[in-house]
């Protein structure tokens, strides 16, 4: 795998590049406490597409461990202090090395299917590699059987692997978190999960 160099990415404001699969008059919604911000169908897939904005969790905190994520896959929350290593991963990375992926503004896109997805998930890995860099690809046992596409504070599943969708995805939503880096993990994040 090819790694990226490190460098700091400039954020840009989440209102810059709207999602184009939602329509405007489709915005989210607010949700009660506990529940997503708001949920908007998209019409990939024969309609098994769904975008969620869920806010930030309160604690982003590092943890050692394991982290049962309460609402799978996660967009934020408690992570590993140690980061996965760009780029597509054969090895199921650990969501909470994920999840601080995402603190760095990268978008993650996940598979989960008890056949490996066939073709499918090769088409996610390539696209992966292909939609430009902070993209992470892995096997995500966590969520139910399908795919998606997560970013900081945003979701998209998906019941088959659309190209424009998770491309369009990504354009609305890679480096706009709380951190900006394309950095490799420190040497001393042993089993970064590199794959």
Do not use: Q
């Not at 329509?23 to 897939?45: I, K, L, T, V, Y």
């Amino acid at each position: 795998m090819g790694r990226t160099s490190s460098r700091r990415l400039r954020p840009r404001p989440l209102a810059a590049v709207p999602f184009a699969v939602v329509s405007a008059a489709c915005g989210p919604a607010e949700g009660g406490p506990g529940e997503p911000f708001g949920s908007f169908p998209c019409d990939a897939c024969d309609g098994d597409c769904l975008v969620e904005h869920i806010e930030a969790a309160d604690d982003n905190s590092h943890v050692i461990g394991g982290y049962d994520y309460p609402d799978p896959p996660p967009t934020s929350g408690p992570h590993d202090p140690c980061w996965a290593d760009w780029g597509s991963h054969t090895d199921e990375v650990p969501a909470e090395r994920w999840v601080h992926n995402l603190e760095h503004g990268g978008v993650v896109f996940l598979w989960n299917c008890p056949d490996e997805c066939g073709d499918e998930a090769g088409r996610l890995r390539e696209l992966s590699r292909d939609v430009g860099p902070l993209t992470l690809a892995t096997r995500y046992s966590g969520m139910e059987p399908g795919f998606a596409a997560v970013a900081w504070e945003w979701r998209l599943l998906l019941g088959c692997v659309e190209p424009t969708v998770l491309t369009e995805f990504y354009g609305a939503h890679v480096d706009r978190a709380p951190e900006s880096s394309a950095a490799d993990p420190p040497d001393d994040c042993s089993g970064s999960a590199s794959g």
